[in-house]
């Protein structure tokens, strides 16, 4: 039987709905705090204690040389959030860390401003090597280098993202000048990837001249057969001209969707790994040099309905790559091509619109069972639109319903390379990307 109580007064309906409300309340958020700090203890402390739905504030100004721990279990409707005082007004200088862990953590309106630190990152999904970022996001921040600003010639990247399921998005990159990559996905070891990268700026980094000058980087050889599902859409890069892998893709199962390469002297390069979507990209090089496409490498890639404009690379750097492969190749070289699907690309007044077959003296593999279709191609005047680089001619590339305009080198004309009828993807205008705070046409651009 149901305990009875016995009220010495009634209570007044306003009063049972104040209650009920409040009751509501608590289970819905959990009576959320909003916690104010101004030092990384502090903060530590904070999120280390916080609950479900709390805000914790960086309080505006300098923080320097600081070491920012993030450690805490938010939940998937109440995360926990960390934020600037007012977006782009803390602003992290010198050595300044952050490091995140655990799960459902909001970061947002911080300002990492000439990174002093050397060989570690300014921003880790990680507090150390067993205690992993799961379901957390960076978003609004900025992390950024001053034209006239070089802090090391030691190797870092800016940003690691280890663990499952975290984002980054609307944040700026701009004027990495060192060795190492800006962002990094990490996997094998419990990182299991499913990360998304969305609608950030990455700009103004000048020629490293040498390897290691990549934007974004999904795995690295040694895990490269492993699946990691990242979805990289709707980012913007502007100048990025490290080297000649804009992002270097190396691992399987990823989409490049609906993003902005503007006079970048590069590739969205398909590194290592297989099955990935390259789809509604555009790469525009208003005939800048050395400003590229996509290179194909691997098994199975699909490269759909994305748009190339005057692009000045070549080789390489072509509109359209696929390299050839090295037989037995090992995970750091070149794996033949074999089962590419091309369709519905435009490709618009580039230097070099598609190369098939390309690479040193051991990548002797041409592609094979690949498929153009539905691309609508017009060449430069007096440039060959399709031109075959390797030294043996690719086997069973099927070509159906393109729209070619210009010279065929290298291959027997068949009727699926000019029968169909051109469909020129239009250009929208260039979209805004990264945070709302922060202005990106006031860096000095190289």
Not at 30 to 54: H, L, Q, T, W, Y
Not at 181 to 191: D, I
Not at 198 to 209: C, E, I, K, S, T
Not at 241 to 255: A, F, Q, T
Request: with cysteine; net charge neutral.
């Amino acid at each position: 039987m149901l305990p009875t109580f016995k009220l010495r007064s009634p209570l007044s309906c306003s009063t049972i709905l104040c209650l009920t409300l409040l009751l509501t309340l608590g289970a819905v958020s959990g009576f959320s705090s909003e916690i104010r700090v101004s030092d990384p203890e502090a903060a530590r402390k904070a999120v280390n204690d916080a609950k479900p739905g709390d805000l914790i504030i960086l309080a505006a100004g300098e923080w320097r040389d600081v070491d920012l721990r993030f450690y805490g279990s938010g939940s998937a409707e109440h995360p926990i959030r960390i934020q600037a005082e007012e977006a782009g007004k803390t602003i992290l200088t010198g050595g300044s860390r952050i490091r995140i862990g655990g799960e459902y953590l909001v970061i947002s309106g911080l300002w990492l401003r000439n990174p002093a630190i050397e060989k570690a990152d300014p921003v880790e999904f990680r507090i150390d090597s067993k205690t992993r970022a799961s379901h957390c996001r960076l978003t609004q921040c900025a992390i950024t280098e001053d034209v006239n600003f070089s802090a090391s010639h030691e190797s870092n990247r800016w940003v690691g993202i280890f663990g499952e399921d975290n984002q980054v998005d609307h944040c700026n990159f701009s004027g990495k000048k060192n060795a190492g990559t800006t962002l990094v996905v990490w996997l094998g070891e419990g990182n299991v990837g499913h990360h998304r990268i969305l609608a950030n700026h990455f700009a103004n980094r000048p020629p490293l001249g040498q390897n290691g000058g990549e934007t974004i980087r999904i795995g690295d050889s040694t895990t490269s057969m492993l699946s990691a599902h990242c979805l990289i859409e709707g980012n913007k890069f502007v100048r990025c001209d490290g080297e000649v892998e804009i992002i270097s893709n190396k691992s399987c199962h990823n989409i490049y969707r609906s993003n902005w390469f503007i006079e970048s002297q590069g590739t969205l390069t398909l590194r290592h790994g297989n099955d990935c979507l390259v789809e509604g990209n555009y790469f525009i090089g208003k005939k800048r040099s050395s400003t590229g496409g996509v290179r194909v490498i691997g098994e199975r890639h699909r490269v759909i309905g994305n748009v190339f404009s005057e692009l000045e690379g070549d080789g390489y750097r072509a509109a359209i790559c696929l390299a050839s492969g090295i037989p037995n190749s090992p995970l750091y070289g070149y794996f033949q091509v074999i089962d590419a699907e091309l369709r519905e690309n435009t490709i618009l007044d580039c230097k070099v619109p598609i190369v098939i077959g390309l690479g040193d003296k051991d990548a002797v593999l041409a592609p094979k069972d690949s498929s153009f279709e539905k691309n609508s191609i017009v060449a430069r005047k007096g440039r060959p639109a399709v031109h075959v680089g390797s030294s043996e001619p690719p086997v069973g590339i099927q070509w159906k319903n393109n729209s070619i305009t210009g010279r065929i080198e290298g291959l027997t004309e068949v009727e699926g390379m000019r029968s169909g009828t051109p469909n020129f993807l239009a250009i929208p205008d260039e979209p805004s990307r990264g945070s709302d705070w922060y202005q990106a046409d006031k860096d000095v651009e190289r």
